[in-house]
């Protein structure tokens, strides 16, 4: 099932989503769109925050439950992004599943990952910000804090994981899905036309 009026941004760490997502808050009346991200801010998501920074160890396994379940009250919750997004509103969210693909299956293999998230709606449109590991790292070390998967490593494997995922998802040719790569190597504001240029023709939009 394709989620419509739902975009998603999904990415390695360090590979500019979120800082794209503050971009687009100014280019869309708010009054139009619905921003949120994952982990949520939920108690789910919090404790998710705790497990990235490394405060409360956990199972990959159970890490990916925890990520599910947080997608789940995301989705489904009063206020949620089915909501927004059946109410003729934009949603725009930082990670969703495909980001549960992509770090999960590298932490505990593919098949958990893959069995819980397959029931999650799909995104009308899914921005994948394309990005080497090498060039994500150097961002990242300019923040005052790390995460437990911002390693060289673990990104270089969560990186090819990211874009076997994207090709996988690319061949199925699922109906109302768009699937647009971005070099998330160019600077900012290069990022940020390839975006809008597809974005801006929304009908939602042109209201």
């Not at 687009?24 to 949520?40: D, Q």
């Not at 998501?45 to 925890?66: H, M, S, Y």
């Amino acid at each position: 099932m394709v989620l419509h009026n739902f975009i998603v941004f999904e990415g390695i760490d360090g590979s500019g989503t979120s800082t794209q997502m503050e971009r687009l808050k100014n280019k869309i009346p708010c009054n139009k769109a619905f921003f949120t991200a994952e982990p949520t801010g939920s108690a789910t998501g919090k404790f998710l925050r705790a497990i990235l920074k490394g405060d409360v160890p956990v199972q990959p396994e159970t890490a990916a439950f925890l990520f599910a379940a947080d997608r789940a009250e995301h989705l489904y919750a009063p206020g949620g992004i089915i909501t927004t997004c059946t109410g003729g509103k934009l949603t725009v969210c930082d990670r969703y599943l495909f980001s549960s693909l992509a770090y999960q299956s590298t932490a505990c293999g593919s098949d958990l990952p893959y069995k819980i998230n397959a029931l999650f709606p799909l995104p009308e449109y899914l921005f994948f910000f394309d990005i080497e590991p090498s060039l994500s790292l150097k961002r990242i070390s300019t923040r005052n804090v790390t995460e437990i998967y911002e390693e060289q490593d673990f990104l270089e494997k969560t990186a090819a994981a990211y874009r076997d995922i994207i090709q996988n998802y690319t061949q199925q040719n699922i109906p109302d899905m768009k699937i647009i790569t971005v070099n998330a190597a160019l600077p900012v504001e290069k990022v940020t036309e390839k975006i809008w240029s597809v974005l801006r023709n929304i009908p939602i939009l042109q209201e």
